[in-house]
């Protein structure tokens, strides 16, 4: 069975400071997607960033980007210029390429300060 | 706004009711998942549709559980019989079919039931 494991349940980072909230995960497959999603409070979960296994290059959008360690099956993310809004939980999410579920990990709630 | 919808957005209830919850996908997307989310967890697989065909079911999703898609759009999950522990977030979220190897979800805001 697929697990995800994300270690921190919370994280705190200065406004401006960069931060990295981890993520390990286990499967015997080869060719997956990763995913990291936030969840604001009381608000919907929206998708922050995505990786398909088999490509090499770690994802990067705007302020967050990925370092995607295959052998290790590690998936952390990494959110540069912190800022107030970025405050959330934070989901690490994998599905298999043959599958349609997502499985998640517990979280990291992230604090932004001022 | 064209994303997913989730009503009613909270539920309170006397344990032995049955409760209803409805989703609304977005339009082009025609698949669609319900999750479920305690406090202090990420959200866990109960189900999933492509168009009206219920293909996939966890073992979380009792006999108590029934999620319908009658006609390929909006979905409904009934509880029967609540109980204490089905306190919790009901997410329900849909993705395309085609267009991108990715099946990225997109998640409505939830339906958050208490079970009292």
Same mark, same amino acid.
């Given at each position: 069975a697929q697990t995800v494991t994300q270690s921190q349940p919370e994280m705190s980072v200065q406004e401006a400071e960069t931060v990295t909230l981890s993520c390990t995960y286990d499967t015997s497959e080869s060719d997956y997607y990763l995913f990291w999603y936030k969840q604001p409070p009381s608000r919907q979960m929206i998708l922050v960033i995505r990786q398909e296994a088999y490509k090499q290059q770690n994802a990067t959008e705007n302020r967050f980007s990925v370092n995607f360690q @295959?052998?290790?099956? %590690?998936?952390?993310? @990494?959110?540069?210029? %912190?800022?107030?809004?970025?405050a959330a939980m934070y989901f690490c999410a994998y599905r298999r390429n043959t599958g349609n579920q997502f499985y998640f990990g517990t979280g990291t709630s992230l604090t932004v300060i001022p | 706004?064209?994303?997913?919808?989730?009503?009613?957005?909270?539920?309170?209830?006397?344990?032995?009711?049955?409760?209803?919850?409805?989703?609304?996908?977005?339009?082009?997307?025609?698949?669609?998942?319900?999750?479920?989310?305690?406090?202090?967890?990420?959200?866990?697989?109960?189900?999933?549709?492509?168009?009206?065909?219920?293909?996939?079911?966890?073992?979380?999703?009792?006999?108590?559980?029934?999620?319908?898609?009658?006609?390929?759009?909006?979905?409904?999950?009934?509880i029967q019989r609540t109980e204490q522990g089905d306190s919790a977030m009901y997410l329900c979220a849909s993705s395309p079919s085609s267009g991108t190897p990715y099946n990225e979800q997109f998640f409505g805001p939830g339906t958050r039931l208490t079970v009292l």
């Open positions: @295959k052998a290790a099956k %590690s998936f952390s993310l @990494k959110i540069s210029d %912190s800022q107030l809004g970025d | 706004d064209t994303g997913v919808s989730q009503d009613p957005r909270h539920k309170i209830t006397k344990r032995g009711q049955n409760v209803t919850f409805r989703c609304d996908p977005i339009s082009e997307h025609n698949r669609l998942y319900w999750y479920r989310q305690t406090l202090g967890q990420g959200p866990e697989f109960l189900t999933y549709f492509q168009n009206e065909a219920q293909l996939e079911k966890s073992r979380l999703l009792s006999d108590r559980f029934s999620a319908e898609r009658p006609k390929g759009s909006f979905s409904t999950l009934e």
